[in-house]
């Protein structure tokens, strides 16, 4: 148990990777995969195949389904004759007449009457509501015998009641009141009801025997020659021979086998994209959170690709796949997404049509959205990139077309209105950016420009309680913002590291320089006592941003702005009295910075804060002092965890003393 608690993180990951391989090899055919690819309409790609063993032509799916329509339209329909209706509705009428008052000649009517409705029942009634075609046979069943009759032979309920009323007219007296006509008319029910149970049972008997297959292909026949168009009777061939494949594989024992071969398949994949983030990416792959959210997209695509390919493989084109790489683009890096998108295509290759075609677009399409949205948050850059995709959807599928086909009479509009509504659904992505935000965490650029604005609660907040901390603030994310555009760092998230990296010191501002005016409260105090206040503006930043819920990416930048320097100015104060004091109770807790952007921020911050100092400054000694500070912290090795090279490093240094100097209207001076 304590080995668990110990490398629960590890066994989480591992349990990730199990967990996504398995999903994975659930969604794919059960069945053995056929070695050959079918492309309907296509030239055949691979060496001229022969039968490797006797099997029967299966007839098309249209062939049998015109056989069947034969078959089932010489099956009549079955009605039944319902014997009790005409006793149950002659009792009626015969009590209904005895409350009448009786004369011999209404009593001659109604006789007539009664033997016109009797004659009606004997043909039969039918309801309103049935669908009668005109001259259609029927079977009408009558207790266990089974006549065929005329449909045009039997009586609508409508055509009983016209009849009746005709026989009444023909004593040229109305005898009968208008209510009781109705009343003797309602009576009339219809006896005869179609049987679809019958019907469906009859027609399934005269289906039953329709043969599936029209032919045998013998062991070493020729199926079909290399460059050969797969159409008509060589489809078909290839088709049977791919069914007599799978079934001949389909047992317990070989099914079993094959599930093995596809987790090998599928886990290598899913394994290597682990080892790449373990190997280039570290913190996202230490990062359980971040590293469930990619699992997640990888499996939700394949989820989606799976369920549109059950419905219909033809609409396959429509799935979007590029709200992937956005996503993670977003998320993550330029890296992370291609690498992502190549083995959610691997994985998918199992499960869609025309494969290589499949994949050559989405791989092309993935990269271009992954070039083209460096900041989502900006909606025509998105329109923009959707654009693109949409075109290169389209060109690369006319090319497919002209290299198969060699004209365009072949190209399917069908398949380009996919492609529309393929771009139509990755619009769709900045809805899903904002819950995958809030279920795993995570923060996009939408969310940082949104941090970046000062009037924000937190900002507000530390521009009350420490303005001189605020100003300063704002002119480290100037000037790290500069810094960042010009060795290719996230601009946006190094300014809002920038902005919020000191809000601790909102606890005990007086305590820092730039909110002093004359007074130091440091004076009375011992040089530990106000190391100890200092350094802990880090752990009070790092409790505000927790309680205003801003997200990780920020707080790594309160946490790694001082890294594990020490607090100098108090440090060598200390020393002057006691030579021997502990160098750790003046050291910041870190940890050191792991990015571009804390690295930049650490400079910046150092550079800023350190620059107030100086006296009578010139271009030439700010260039010096930036130089000193950021060589300090090369010697007390900040940056060896953070993946900024030497020569970033020194653009950094340009950037940031070409702004001082902007901001204190100096400039270099040149030799006479």
Not at 207 to 234: D, F, H, Q, S, W
Not at 459 to 468: F, H, S, Y
Not at 513 to 528: C, F, K, R
Not at 640 to 665: D, F, G, M, P
Request: hydrophobic residues 45%.
């Amino acid at each position: 148990m304590l080995l668990f608690y110990r490398y629960q993180a590890a066994f989480y990951r591992a349990f990730l990777c199990l967990f996504t391989t398995a999903v994975v090899v659930y969604m794919l055919p059960r069945g053995a995969s056929f070695q050959y690819e079918i492309q309907e309409g296509k030239p055949w790609q691979y060496e001229t195949l022969l039968a490797p063993y006797d099997f029967p032509i299966q007839k098309s799916k249209k062939e049998l389904s015109r056989e069947r329509e034969a078959l089932e339209a010489n099956v009549p329909r079955y009605f039944t004759y319902q014997n009790k209706t005409l006793s149950s509705v002659l009792s009626v009428f015969d009590q209904y007449v005895a409350t009448l008052p009786a004369t011999p000649e209404f009593n001659a009517i109604l006789i007539n009457w009664r033997t016109v409705l009797e004659e009606i029942y004997a043909n039969g009634v039918l309801a309103d509501t049935e669908i009668l075609i005109e001259n259609e046979s029927i079977a009408l069943v009558h207790d266990t015998r089974q006549t065929n009759v005329l449909i045009s032979d039997l009586f609508s309920e409508r055509e009983a009641k016209e009849d009746l009323v005709k026989q009444l007219a023909l004593f040229g007296t109305d005898v009968l009141s208008e209510s009781s006509l109705q009343y003797l008319l309602s009576l009339v029910v219809p006896n005869i009801s179609y049987n679809d149970a019958l019907t469906r049972q009859f027609k399934a008997e005269a289906t039953a025997g329709v043969v599936l297959v029209r032919g045998l292909v013998t062991k070493g026949t020729r199926i079909i020659a290399k460059g050969e168009v797969v159409e008509g009777e060589k489809l078909q061939k290839l088709q049977s021979l791919q069914q007599e494949f799978e079934s001949q594989t389909w047992t317990q024992t070989n099914t079993i086998w094959i599930i093995i071969g596809y987790s090998l398949l599928v886990f290598i994949p899913v394994l290597l994209l682990f080892v790449f983030l373990w190997r280039t990416r570290p913190t996202v792959f230490e990062n359980n959170k971040r590293l469930t959210f990619l699992c997640v997209n990888v499996l939700l695509m394949v989820l989606l690709t799976k369920a549109v390919v059950d419905v219909d493989p033809q609409y396959v084109y429509a799935v979007p796949i590029c709200m992937l790489p956005l996503l993670m683009r977003t998320f993550f890096d330029t890296r992370i997404a291609l690498f992502a998108l190549m083995i959610t295509l691997f994985l998918i290759a199992f499960l869609v049509p025309n494969s290589y075609e499949f994949i050559y677009l989405q791989i092309m399409a993935g990269i271009l959205a992954s070039l083209t949205v460096n900041d989502l948050y900006r909606r025509a850059k998105l329109f923009i990139s959707v654009g693109l995709i949409v075109g290169l959807y389209a060109v690369s599928y006319i090319a497919f077309t002209l290299i198969h086909d060699g004209n365009l009479l072949q190209l399917s509009y069908d398949v380009l209105l996919l492609f529309v509504i393929n771009g139509l659904a990755i619009l769709f992505v900045q809805p899903l950016i904002y819950i995958f935000e809030k279920v795993f965490g995570l923060v996009s650029d939408v969310s940082l420009l949104e941090l970046s604005d000062t009037n924000s609660k937190l900002l507000r907040e530390l521009a009350d309680k420490a303005p001189g901390t605020f100003q300063h603030s704002l002119q480290v994310a100037n000037i790290a913002e500069a810094a960042a555009n010009a060795i290719g760092a996230n601009t946006l998230l190094t300014r809002v590291g920038a902005l919020y990296h000191d809000i601790g010191k909102m606890k005990n501002p007086v305590f820092f320089s730039e909110n002093q005016a004359s007074y130091s409260p440091h004076d009375e105090l011992e040089p530990e006592v106000s190391a100890k206040i200092i350094i802990d503006h880090v752990l009070n930043g790092i409790t505000s941003a927790r309680k205003a819920k801003l997200p990780d990416r920020v707080i790594d930048f309160i946490r790694t702005h001082h890294g594990t320097t020490t607090v100098l100015y108090f440090l060598q104060q200390a020393q002057q009295g006691n030579p021997e004091i502990d160098v750790e109770q003046f050291q910041y807790p870190g940890p050191k910075p792991f990015s571009k952007e804390t690295a930049i921020v650490m400079i910046s911050d150092g550079v800023e804060a350190a620059s107030k100092s100086l006296k009578e400054p010139t271009a030439e000694k700010i260039i010096a002092f930036v130089d000193k500070i950021v060589n300090r912290l090369l010697a007390e090795k900040q940056f060896l965890e953070a993946n900024i090279t030497l020569r970033e490093i020194e653009t950094v240094k340009q950037v940031l003393a070409k702004k001082l100097i902007s901001s204190y209207h100096l400039r270099v001076s040149y030799p006479e």
